[in-house]
């Protein structure tokens, strides 16, 4: 395993983001607590992207953290709901979400959605449209916890070249009131990671 990036090296890519070749980026956000975040990220993209459009497709789950409101609000592109009967999908199925991106972050990740994705789920709009897709995906994962029955599983993710996780930082853990945790919900590093499966389709 890896060492977590330096606090000197986060606050370094924070003022100083990858490159990224696109124009759209459409984000999951999945029900962690960490969803009540998403605003202040998507202000720090829109600073250090300005000519990205980023969209959203927001669970229910997720809709305990953050509104679909103010992410209404916030988004310089659409928002929709994780949901078949959503009015606004594009094209009415995962095909005109897939149209309406260059690349997908899953931003926060929960567990048990990343454990739908690698077990080819495709029960909602969002979770169609990542199993088929052949654009870059981004996993801020957003965990509890693991055991050797998740990462068999999540190791499964690891056979699509088109999917890597983030890395991670350390992370206050709600549940045990501690610094006990870790977490890939940090927008630089998904942008890092993006620019690098972008990067490695491009030399392929």
Not at 26 to 38: E, M, R
Request: charged share 15%; net charge neutral; glycine share 6%.
């Amino acid at each position: 395993m890896t060492d977590s990036p330096s606090p000197e090296s986060l606050a370094q890519l924070m003022q100083n983001p990858p490159s990224l070749d696109i124009k759209k980026l459409i984000l999951v956000v999945t029900g962690s607590i960490n969803a009540a975040l998403v605003p202040y990220w998507l202000n720090w993209f829109r600073t250090a992207y300005p000519e990205v459009i980023v969209s959203l497709i927001i669970t229910r789950s997720a809709e305990r953290f953050v509104t679909y409101d103010a992410l209404k609000h916030l988004a310089n592109g659409s928002v929709w709901k994780d949901s078949w009967d959503e009015p606004d999908l594009p094209g009415g199925s995962h095909i005109g979400l897939d149209n309406s991106a260059d690349c997908f972050g899953i931003f926060p990740a929960t567990l048990d959605y990343t454990m739908r994705l690698a077990s080819g789920r495709s029960n909602s709009p969002s979770l169609m449209a990542l199993q088929l897709t052949e654009k870059p995906i981004a996993v801020a994962a957003s965990f509890p916890g693991t055991n050797p029955v998740h990462i068999q599983s999540l190791m499964k993710l690891q056979l699509r070249e088109n999917v890597a996780f983030t890395e991670t930082v350390a992370a206050f853990s709600v549940g045990r009131k501690a610094w006990s945790g870790q977490t890939g919900f940090f927008m630089p590093l998904l942008a890092s990671t993006l620019a690098e499966l972008i990067s490695k389709q491009a030399n392929q």
